[in-house]
């Protein structure tokens, strides 16, 4: 591999669907925050160099992470929107000295997806050569609907979305620096709607590549999530 990798987590998001009182990805999954078993997931991989992570300019949660790698960890202030803090991390990166902007690439991931293996990283950054990046996702089994907008005081179904060639799209989303970077640049400076890296790299004449993942890398969005979570890491050590 010609570049270097270097991991992004974005943590400034509060998830009030959890209805905790601190922010989701310090809650306890396992005896440890959710964001201290995602970053050490990734610090562990031989591919990643080193990481940033986007935090709150408040944050009074993350000096008590534990960070099992001597690998290093950049901190830089997250935004308003994801796709602001992740733009705030490039930025970091590039300023620091030991970031080639113009060769290395970044692997964007979710603090709330602690559950991510090994091999899932190794497939990812094997798996995408061209510079058109790519994402783990998981095809579509379910039947997909799409529900009316019309009333509010009651979920009815508007219609039956073909799931064929339908894909989850997941975490980590991996491409070179530069590109992600001028692409959430112009996407920002045009008002365009981006929910995931991925999302911007399209809008800017892209064609990410889908690499299936595997089901156990969920985000922790509500309560019962945490539980699962706690299952799927007990599993992995048990492999």
Known sequence: MKHSIWGIVPAAGIGRRMQSDIPKQYMLLNGRPVIEHTINALLQNKNISGLVV????????????????????????????RSDSVLNAINALFQYPHFNKESDWVMVHDAVRPCLRQQDINKLATDVIDNDGGLLALPVR????????????????????????????????????????????????????????????????????????????IKITRPDDLRLASLYLQTQVDQ
């Open 54 to 81: 986007a935090l709150q300019s408040d944050d009074m949660y993350w000096p008590d992470i534990q960070i099992a790698s001597n690998k290093p960890v950049l901190q830089t202030t997250g935004g308003k929107q």
């Open 142 to 217: 379910d039947t997909m609907k799409r529900q009316n907008t019309d009333d509010c005081a009651i979920t009815t179904v508007n219609e039956t979305v073909e799931r064929e060639n339908l894909w989850h799209a997941l975490t980590p989303q991996y491409f070179p620096a530069l590109s992600l970077k001028h692409a959430l640049e112009a996407a920002q400076k045009n008002n365009l709607p981006v929910t995931d890296e991925s999302s911007a790299m399209e809008l800017a004449g892209f064609s990410p590549r889908l690499v299936e993942g595997n089901e156990d890398n």
